[in-house]
């Protein structure tokens, strides 16, 4: 099942959204929790996809792909070990949404992600039982800015600035269909016209697995329904200017896409 969360002509509305892009249809429920249709059906005209969780936290782990700590960091995984930080609900945006560029930030860079919604309350999540504490996955975009990540020496403002962090397009509670050894993360920026892709990996190369990342992070954070954790970006991360559209796409969840401006 995909669960999302839309804009349609009366307000808001969580949904079931069924179809393909091009003849999607939103399916009205009363919460992402309690995904029973009301009855109540958008066409793809009618509506429009938002950020499918309103999350009062996004922790994320970095550097848990050891060709993207070779390519960012210049260093060996053995020596930079993934860490953990937390990307603010401010910085989460919807498929189409504009990231946002401000003048003090340069050198933003996209990281394509998979990441996990959580189904309710959780602490010390066992690591071979995480499936139970997810409702299901959702591609992220962890955008960070190289420059405020280096000068700053931790990564709260590097990437926790307004609009960096995409997630979308919809939740995929179905965890079963994914092969998370060997599931592809793929990136395609677009600039001056041309699509080139930039991306090109998979979740096989993780360095701490999912069910560890809950376990560890739920060491130290309470995660609530509707939180996101994310998992880490392969290599292949590239700078963003204004005028670039920048899409991840991860086959079952499907594509998210956004425009970059200047803020």
């Known amino acids: 099942m995909r669960l999302g969360r839309i804009a349609q002509p009366e307000g808001l509305s969580f949904a079931i959204i069924e179809g393909e892009p ?6 009205e429920v009363p919460h992402l929790f309690q995904p029973e249709p009301t009855g109540r059906e958008f066409t793809e005209d009618q509506f429009k996809l938002l950020a499918p969780t309103l999350p009062t936290k996004v922790v994320a782990l970095g550097r848990n792909y050891a060709d993207h700590v070779a390519e960012v960091f210049k260093e060996s995984a053995e020596h930079l ?4 930080f937390i990307k603010p609900s401010t910085s ?35 690591p071979e039982n995480w499936k139970d504490h997810v409702l299901g996955f959702v591609i992220c975009n962890d955008v960070s800015s190289r420059d405020l990540q280096f ?3 931790q990564w709260a403002r590097a990437k926790g600035i307004d609009s960096f962090c995409p997630l979308g397009p919809w939740i995929e509670t179905d965890l079963d269909k994914f092969d998370l050894d060997d599931q592809k993360i793929n990136a395609y920026l677009t600039h001056d016209g041309e699509r080139v892709q930039k991306q090109d990996s998979n979740t096989n190369q993780m360095i701490v697995k999912i069910g560890h990342i809950l376990a560890e992070i739920s060491q130290s954070y309470t995660m609530l329904p509707g939180d996101v954790i994310t998992t880490g970006s392969p290599a292949g991360t590239a700078p963003m200017t204004p005028g670039d559209t920048i899409e991840i796409e991860i086959p079952g969840l499907g594509s998210l896409i956004n425009p970059i401006e200047r803020a």
């Open 151 to 153: 000068k700053d020496g």
């Open 92 to 126: 989460v945006i919807g498929p189409g949404a504009p990231i946002r560029i401000p003048d003090f930030a340069t050198n933003v860079e996209f990281e394509g992600e998979l990441a996990v919604v959580i189904s309710k309350v959780s602490k010390n999540i066992d």
């Open 22 to 27: 091009g003849s999607l249809v939103a399916k």
């Open 81 to 84: 070990p993934p860490t953990i």
